[in-house]
C-alpha cells in the first residue's frame, strides 16, 4: 500500500477514497509528532488536534475510547516511537482493541502504513473502523469469532490506483500482490500480473458491465466515483466474488485515468446471500407443493371414507363453513348429523343444536366438548386424525355412532379438516358383551385367588377329642414349609404328639414356650377360659426362621363330649406386614418428635424477632418526627427481617438438599477476594459482640472454581456459630491455607475457624450435624436457631465433596476445619463471572413499558416503586383475568413485559398465561413474561416453565435479579 501511494498521481484523491471505507482516517509526521486529521467521528473531533502533540492526542484517545485493560497494549504501537520503530522494519502493522462503553461496539481495528516522506520527514498513515456495531450485554466479552472474520475481510481490503487510456482500455498497470494472493496465485508467476490480464479473469458479464462503466464515465468527461460487485477467476477455477471501490479522475496530461480506490474481498458475505435466496425459492416451491398435495389429499382421503363412512363432510377450522362430500343411502333413514346441502351457516353452531336433539342426554357434554373449534384445532395438532363414540336416539332406542376426524391442511389460506360418521352398534354391542364377559371372568379369578391365598396360609386342621386326646386331621395342605401335617395324621394323644413334633421343629427359643401349650391341663384351662385361644412360635426352614401359629376353638360334638378344632398356620407374611408395620410407626413417631422438637425449638425463635419488628415498627410510626429514632428502629427492624428469612431459607435448603434437587454450581472465583468479602460481611456481627478477629490467608493459587454461594454458607454459618457462642472481648481466627490435594489437576484448600468460646460437650458433639440438635435451648444459651444450620452445613461439604471436622471442648473453644480440593481457573474465567450492579440513578430500564401483575396492594406498591426508581413505566393489574383483558386489548408495543404473580383468587398466574399465549394476535400472545413466585422448588419451576413464561423470580424479590432479568426486554433503539 505505501508503494501504491508513492505511486499515485492524485495522492489527496486516494485519501478520499480510503474515507469512504474507514472510521478515522490520519496522516501523521513522525518527526514533528503532529498529525493531519482527513476523516474523524464526531466525538473524536476535539481530540486529533493538528496543533497539538499526536502522542498526546492518542493519550486521550486512549483514557475516553479505549476498554481499560487494552489501554496499555494500544497506547504502546500507536505512539509515535513506537510506530517509528515498527514501521522501520515493516510496511504495515494492525491491531485490534475493545470500546470503553462496551454496550456500543465491540471492537475496533486500526492499521497503520508506512508513508513515502513528506519535505523530508518520516510519515505514517493511521486509519481506524469499528468492526461491529451490534449492541453487547453488559457485561464485556473476549473478542468474537465474529470480530475475528471482519478484522480478515478489513485485512484483505486492498488499495489499488488502476490506470484506463481515453477509449477506456485497460493500460498494463501492476496488480497488487495481496490480490493475487487472494485468487490463490503466487505473485511471482506471470499471470496476472497486470490490470489488462487482470480484466481478462472478469467474469464475462462483469467484463462488459465494467467496460462500459468506464467509457460512460470517461465520456462525461469529470470526475464520477465507482461502485460494483464483480466475480474474478481463481487458480482454482471457481469465480470470487469482490467489491471494486473507487474515484476516476483524468491525468494531468489527460491521457490515462485513474481509479484511485480499492478491491474488497466479499466472497463470504455474497455466498452466504446467494445461499439464503435459494433457500428462499425453495420455501417458496415447498408451500406451493404443498398447496396441491393438500388438494390431491383431500380427494384421496374422501374417496377412502366413503366406504366405510355413512357420510363424510369437509370443514373448513377457520371460517366454519362445510360441505358434504359423500353419503350411503342409508344415511337417509336416520337423524342426519347435518345437512346436506352446502351451507355457508357455521359449522360448529349447527352441530350443537343437532347434538341436542338427537344426541343420548348423558353423552352430550363429551359430544359438546369433542365438536368445540379450538378442541379439534389442538387435537389435530398433535395427531393427523382422531375419533370418539356415542350413542344417538333412534325410534326409542339407543344406537351407537362413531364420529372421526382427520386433518387436511391448509386449502386456499385456510385450515381444513373431516368429519366422517360411521355405524357402529353391532360391532360396539359384541364388544360390550365381551367386556362383560371378561370382567366376570375376572371376578371369578380374583375369589379363586382369594381362595388359594387363604389356602396357603394353614398346614393341618384337626378335630380333637379334648378329654382322651383323640385327635383327626381333617383338612391337609401338600407341599408347605414344616412337617407338622405328616407328623399329626391322626392319634389317640394329640398333647404328646404335639409336645414331641415342637421339640423337633420349633426354633429353640420358642421351643419350651409350644411345648408348655400343649400341656393338657394348660390347654384345657386356656380353652375353658377364652382369654387367648392361639400361640405363636418361629421354625427353621432352610435356615430361615418361619413365624407358625397354632389356634383353636371349642365346640361340642355330636357325642355330647367336649371337641375343639385346631389349626396350624403360616402366619409369615403376617408377621413381617406387622413388624413392616411397626417400624413405619417407629419411623413415624420418630418424624413426629422431630418436628415436635423443631417448632419447640422454632416458637421462640420465630417470636422473638416477630416481637421485635411489631414493637419497633409501633415505635417508628408514633415517633415519625424524629429521624434519628426513626432510622435506628427501622435498622432494628431490619436485623429481624434478615433473621427471619435466614430461618425460611434454613428450612427451604434443607428440603431441596433431603429431596436431592440442590446442585451444585462452581464458577471462576478470586479465594482471596472472596475470603476478605466473606470477612467483610461478618463484621457487624463481630463488632457487636466486640470480638476481635485474626486473618490468615497462604495460598499460591488463587483462583479456582467453587460454588461461591454455598461456599459462602458453610463458613458463615460455621463463623456465625463461633461468633455467637464467644465470649465478649474474645478473639477469632480465620485462616485458609494451600494444601496436597486428594484429587489429581486439582489444588488443596484448608479453611479453619477457631474461636476460644465455651465449646461443646463431647456428646453433643457427635450430634453436631444431625437436624434440630442444640446443645442448649435459645433461652439457655441466649441465641436465636433452628438447628439446621449444621445440617444443612454437612450436607453442602458432601454435595462439594469435601471433607469437614470439629474439635471443642467445654470452657475452652472450637475449631472447625473445612478440606476441600478445587479445579483450577483463569484470570479470563474470572472476569467472565463479573456481575454488573444496576442503580436507580442510571435508570438502566429507562423506556421500558411494564404490566405488573399482583393481587396484593402493598407487593404491587413495592415492586411498582422498585421499577419507576430504576426508569421503567408501570401499569398495574390485581387480578390475571385483568391482566389478560389489558394484553388482548393493547397495542403490539404497548408493553414490553409483564412481571405476572402465581397465586391470585379469580385468575391465577398460570392460566393468565395460557390466556394470552392462546391471543390470535401472534405480536401479544409472545409478550415475555416474568413469573414472580414464593416458591422456589424444582417442580415450582418446571411449571412455570411448562405454562409458557420467559423466566420467574423468587420472592422476596432481589432488586439486582428483577432489573438484570428486565434489561433484555427493553425495546431495541432504531
Not at 501492476?174 to 467474469?203: S, W
Not at 398447496?291 to 384421496?300: F, G, I, P, V
Not at 476478605?676 to 483462583?703: A, F, G, V, Y
Not at 442503580?839 to 415492586?863: I, M, S, T, W, Y
Request: glycine letters at 4%; one cysteine or more; a negative charge.
Amino acid at each position: 500500500m505505501t508503494a501504491l501511494l508513492s505511486n499515485a498521481e492524485h495522492p489527496q484523491d486516494l485519501l478520499q477514497s480510503l474515507a469512504l471505507v474507514f472510521d478515522t482516517l490520519l496522516m501523521i509526521d513522525l518527526d514533528a509528532r503532529l498529525c493531519q486529521p482527513y476523516k474523524l467521528a464526531p466525538l473524536e473531533a476535539y481530540l486529533f488536534d493538528p496543533n497539538q502533540p499526536f502522542d498526546e492526542c492518542i493519550r486521550r484517545y486512549c483514557q475516553q475510547f479505549v476498554y481499560p485493560e487494552d489501554r496499555e497494549s494500544v497506547w504502546s504501537k500507536l505512539k509515535t516511537d513506537a510506530l517509528r520503530e515498527s514501521l522501520s522494519s515493516s510496511d504495515h502493522i494492525q491491531g485490534q482493541y475493545r470500546p470503553l462503553d462496551a454496550t456500543k461496539t465491540q471492537s475496533f481495528w486500526f492499521h497503520a502504513l508506512r508513508l513515502p516522506p513528506q519535505n523530508d520527514h518520516a510519515c505514517a498513515l493511521l486509519a481506524l473502523q469499528s468492526i461491529e456495531s451490534n449492541p453487547l450485554s453488559a457485561q464485556v466479552t473476549p473478542i468474537s469469532e465474529r470480530n475475528l472474520r471482519e478484522t480478515q475481510r478489513l485485512s484483505n481490503f486492498i488499495v489499488w490506483t488502476p490506470k484506463f487510456d481515453a477509449e477506456g482500455v485497460a493500460t498494463d498497470t501492476p496488480v497488487p500482490p495481496l490480490l493475487l494472493q487472494l485468487l490463490g496465485f503466487d505473485p511471482k508467476e506471470e499471470r496476472p500480473q497486470t490490470l489488462d490480464t487482470l480484466i481478462a479473469c472478469l467474469h464475462s458479464e462483469d467484463q462488459k458491465q465494467l467496460q462500459e462503466r468506464i467509457k460512460a464515465m470517461i465520456a462525461e468527461q469529470k470526475p464520477g466515483h465507482l461502485c460494483m460487485e464483480v466475480r474474478l477467476l481463481a487458480r482454482n477455477g471457481y469465480y470470487q466474488w469482490f467489491e471494486l471501490q473507487g474515484d476516476l479522475k483524468p491525468s494531468k496530461d489527460g491521457v490515462y485515468y485513474p481509479l484511485n480506490g480499492a478491491f474488497i474481498d466479499i466472497n463470504d458475505r455474497k455466498q452466504r446471500a446467494m445461499l439464503e435466496e435459494k433457500s428462499r425459492k425453495q420455501a417458496h416451491e415447498i408451500r406451493e407443493l404443498a398447496q396441491q398435495r393438500a388438494q390431491w389429499e383431500l380427494m384421496k382421503t374422501v374417496d377412502l371414507l366413503s366406504g366405510d363412512y355413512l357420510a363424510v363432510y369437509c370443514v373448513d377450522l377457520d371460517e366454519g363453513s362445510y360441505r358434504e362430500t359423500s353419503a350411503q343411502p342409508a344415511y337417509h333413514n336416520i337423524p342426519r348429523l347435518l345437512p346436506s346441502a352446502p351451507i355457508s351457516s357455521d359449522f360448529f353452531v349447527i352441530v350443537q343444536a343437532i347434538i341436542r336433539q338427537f344426541v343420548f342426554e348423558d353423552d352430550q357434554v363429551t359430544v359438546r366438548a369433542h365438536f368445540r373449534r379450538e378442541r379439534i384445532a389442538t387435537q389435530l395438532q398433535l395427531t393427523p386424525s382422531y375419533n370418539f363414540d356415542f350413542r344417538v336416539v333412534n325410534a326409542g332406542k339407543l344406537h351407537w355412532y362413531r364420529c372421526k376426524f382427520a386433518l387436511l391442511g391448509a386449502i386456499d389460506g385456510h385450515r381444513h379438516f373431516l368429519v366422517g360418521l360411521s355405524d357402529i352398534d353391532r360391532e360396539k354391542r359384541i364388544e360390550l358383551d365381551r367386556l362383560a364377559s371378561r370382567h366376570q371372568l375376572e371376578t371369578a379369578l380374583r375369589w379363586a385367588n382369594l381362595l388359594l391365598t387363604i389356602t396357603d396360609e394353614f398346614e393341618a386342621i384337626y378335630d380333637l377329642e379334648v378329654d382322651s386326646g383323640h385327635y383327626e386331621m381333617l383338612l391337609g395342605h401338600h407341599g408347605l414349609t414344616l412337617n407338622i401335617r405328616d407328623a399329626l395324621l391322626a392319634g389317640d394323644n394329640f398333647y404328646d404328639d404335639m409336645r414331641s413334633t415342637m421339640q423337633q421343629v420349633a426354633y429353640e427359643p420358642d421351643r419350651q414356650m409350644a411345648q408348655d401349650a400343649f400341656i393338657f391341663e394348660n390347654f384345657k384351662s386356656v380353652l375353658e377360659s377364652k382369654r387367648h385361644n392361639h400361640w405363636d412360635y418361629r421354625t427353621l426352614k432352610d435356615g430361615q426362621l418361619v413365624w407358625m401359629r397354632t389356634k383353636f376353638a371349642e365346640k361340642r360334638g355330636e357325642d355330647g363330649k367336649q371337641h375343639a378344632t385346631v389349626g396350624v398356620f403360616n402366619i409369615d407374611r403376617e408377621r413381617k406386614a406387622q413388624e413392616e408395620l411397626r417400624q413405619a410407626r417407629m419411623q413415624a413417631e420418630e418424624a413426629n418428635n422431630a418436628k415436635s422438637r423443631f417448632l419447640f425449638n422454632m416458637s421462640h425463635d420465630l417470636r422473638t424477632p416477630m416481637n421485635a419488628i411489631i414493637g419497633f415498627t409501633r415505635k417508628a410510626l408514633n415517633n415519625l418526627q424524629d429521624r434519628e429514632l426513626l432510622e435506628d428502629c427501622l435498622n432494628k427492624v431490619q436485623v429481624s427481617n434478615n433473621y427471619l428469612l435466614k430461618l425460611i431459607n434454613d428450612v427451604l435448603d434443607m428440603t431441596r438438599i433431603e429431596s436431592g434437587k440442590l446442585l451444585i454450581d462452581e464458577t471462576a472465583c478470586d479465594l482471596k477476594v472472596w475470603s476478605n468479602d466473606l470477612l467483610d460481611m461478618m463484621k457487624p456481627q463481630l463488632e457487636e459482640r466486640s470480638l476481635t478477629l485474626k486473618s490468615e490467608i497462604q495460598i499460591e493459587h488463587q483462583n479456582a472454581y467453587l460454588d461461591a454461594l454455598r461456599m459462602r454458607q458453610v463458613m458463615a454459618n460455621i463463623l456465625s456459630n463461633a461468633i455467637k457462642f464467644s465470649k465478649p472481648e474474645g478473639t477469632i481466627e480465620f485462616s485458609l491455607k494451600e494444601i496436597d490435594p486428594l484429587f489429581p489437576e486439582r489444588h488443596g484448600y484448608l479453611f479453619t475457624v477457631k474461636d476460644d468460646g465455651i465449646g461443646m460437650s463431647a456428646d453433643f458433639k457427635d450430634h453436631i450435624f444431625e437436624q434440630f440438635t442444640r446443645e442448649r435451648s435459645s433461652t439457655e444459651s441466649m441465641q436465636q436457631g433452628t438447628g439446621l444450620g449444621m445440617a444443612i452445613v454437612k450436607s453442602l461439604v458432601d454435595l462439594m465433596n469435601a471433607r469437614i471436622e470439629v474439635e471443642s471442648e467445654p470452657g475452652v473453644g472450637t475449631k472447625v476445619t473445612v478440606r476441600i480440593d478445587l479445579r483450577p481457573a483463569t484470570e479470563e474465567a474470572i472476569e467472565a463471572e463479573s456481575v454488573e450492579e444496576f442503580h436507580a440513578q442510571e435508570q438502566p430500564l429507562a423506556g421500558l413499558k411494564v404490566l405488573l401483575v399482583e393481587d396484593n396492594f402493598l407487593n404491587r406498591d413495592l415492586a411498582k416503586s422498585i421499577l419507576e426508581d430504576f426508569g421503567a413505566n408501570v401499569d398495574e393489574a390485581e387480578d390475571g383475568s385483568v391482566a389478560v383483558e389489558k394484553i388482548a386489548y393493547s397495542k403490539p408495543g404497548q408493553y414490553h413485559a409483564v412481571l405476572m404473580d402465581l397465586q391470585m383468587p379469580m385468575m391465577d398466574g398460570y392460566e393468565a398465561t395460557y390466556s394470552i399465549r392462546s391471543l390470535p394476535n401472534k405480536a401479544l400472545a409472545q409478550i415475555p413474561i416474568v413469573a414472580m413466585t414464593a416458591n422456589a422448588f424444582e417442580e415450582d419451576l418446571r411449571k412455570v416453565a411448562e405454562a409458557g413464561m420467559n423466566g420467574h423470580l423468587v420472592k422476596p424479590v432481589d432488586v439486582q435479579m428483577l432489573i438484570k432479568t428486565l434489561v433484555p426486554y427493553l425495546p431495541k433503539v432504531e
